[in-house]
């Protein structure tokens, strides 16, 4: 199970972090990534991170600005976001997933709105 939470409306140039709270798997066994949807969209990819090692890695749009990290200890996955723009608006989505053998384990979560006044 993920549960979504942090989003809201915020102007622009301010911040908000989302969390990622997550349970009934291994955490430290899944990479975590964020997505997100405007209105009329495809739904995009955010952010990533992979508690089993390896580098973050961030949308070109965001990089910069947005921060995901990763308590492992709580088993949540957050997502720093400053300097917010309107172009930010969207649902926020997290999504845990793992590939074993030709196996895929796939995640998501309900999705947090985030609101990006001007």
């Known amino acids: 199970q993920l549960v979504e939470s942090g989003g809201g409306l915020v102007q622009a140039g301010g911040s908000l972090k989302l969390s990622c709270a997550t349970s009934?798997?291994?955490?430290?066994?899944?990479?975590i990534l964020w997505f997100r949807q405007a209105p009329g969209k495809e739904r995009e990819g955010v952010s990533c991170?992979?508690?089993?090692?390896?580098?973050?890695r961030y949308a070109d749009s965001v990089k910069g600005r947005f921060t995901i990290s990763s308590d492992n200890a709580k088993n949540t996955v957050y997502l720093q976001m400053n300097n917010l723009k309107p172009e930010d608006t969207a649902v926020y989505y997290c999504?845990?997933?793992?590939?074993?053998?030709?196996?895929?384990?796939?995640?998501w979560g309900q999705g947090t709105q985030v609101t990006v006044s001007t």
């Open positions: 999504n845990a997933r793992r590939q074993v053998a030709r196996t895929p384990y796939d995640y």
């Open positions: 009934g798997f291994t955490f430290a066994d899944y990479a």
């Open positions: 991170i992979n508690n089993s090692g390896g580098s973050p």
